[in-house]
């Protein structure tokens, strides 16, 4: 099972509660009141001077709505082993998560889907998602695409020379793409994968601070469409964004089903006329 060191985030269980606490905006008498531990003890708890139980840190992570990884965080910063599993995607156990996902990928067709874990690497996608991709990066038909989480969608999307330059309006499509591992970073906390990857995309999105806000002012549409333009095509589209309910486990609490649509008729004829279910593109 892979899980983070606790150094990696915050020095002690104590760091791990009054982070997490101040994230979410609650004041000690709500974090009493919610999950009916006394005020003193939280205040105990955030000052080192009283240890945590397992149970309590359980508790106190469904309260604060902990992401799972973070939850096992505070459980190694406690001296207690972790509560909840890290899988890799052909474990024999995600065989059932596995099925969803390939079910769930083929009804989009012919439309594009793809699955990312929290910071966006590319776990799983459907034929007509590859030749999207294929045809966006000017890859060859038969060039394979990763499915191992080498390859970030976000770092394809940012990237001067990735997909950006065809995407007609980069600024308001980057700037919802940043906000999307700004809250994964803030949600890790200090020192995570997230808030290194965060850095790194807005250094690719040329810019010295956080991400601009989303300029909803301009938006016509009840979404944020994606406007590409490449070899004379035209293509509006607008994603959706799936999450599995109830999980147990770390890799299918992070997992993301990112779904394609066209925004127009025009778009739609596109993607039908491409004929990923007839030809069956290699992936």
């Given amino acids: 099972m892979s899980v983070a060191t606790p150094e990696q985030y915050f020095s002690d269980f104590s760091a791990a509660l009054r982070y997490w606490r101040g994230k979410r905006g609650y004041s000690q008498l709500r974090l009493s009141t919610d999950s009916g531990i006394s005020q003193r003890h939280i205040s ?13 840190i359980l508790k106190l992570g469904v309260v604060l709505d902990i992401p799972l990884r973070e939850r096992n965080v505070m459980l190694l910063a406690a001296g207690f082993a972790p509560a909840y ?24 067709a012919p439309y594009p889907a793809l699955v990312v874990d929290r910071l966006w690497n590319l776990v799983m996608f459907n034929d007509p998602a590859a030749g999207f991709m294929k045809w966006l990066l000017d890859m060859p038909p ?20 990735g997909v950006r330059q065809y995407v007609r309006n980069e600024q308001d499509v980057g700037a919802d793409l940043l906000h999307w591992i700004q809250r994964e970073a803030m949600s890790d906390g200090p020192g995570s994968e997230a808030t290194a990857l965060l850095a790194e995309l807005t250094a690719l999105a ?5 991400p601009p806000a989303p300029n909803l002012d301009r938006r016509a549409l009840p979404f944020l469409p994606m406007q590409i333009s490449k070899d004379g095509v035209e293509l509006n589209l607008f994603t959706t964004i799936t999450t599995l309910g109830t999980p147990h486990d770390v890799t299918v609490h ?13 778009s739609a004829a596109w993607f039908r006329e491409r004929g990923y279910l007839k030809h069956g593109l290699a992936a």
Avoid at 142 to 161: E, F, H, Q, T, W
Avoid at 206 to 210: C, R, S, V
């Fill in 206 to 210: 040329g810019l010295d601070g956080a």
């Fill in 44 to 56: 105990f708890l955030e000052s080192g001077r009283s240890q945590p139980s397992r149970e309590l």
């Fill in 254 to 266: 992070e997992l993301r089903l990112e779904s394609f649509f066209p925004a127009d008729e025009a």
């Fill in 85 to 108: 599993q890290e899988r890799k995607m052909d474990d024999p156990e995600l065989h059932a998560v596995k099925q969803a996902l390939d079910f769930m990928l083929a009804q989009q």
């Fill in 142 to 161: 038969d060039a394979p695409i990763p499915r191992d989480g080498s390859v970030n969608v976000l770092k394809l999307m940012m990237a001067p020379d």
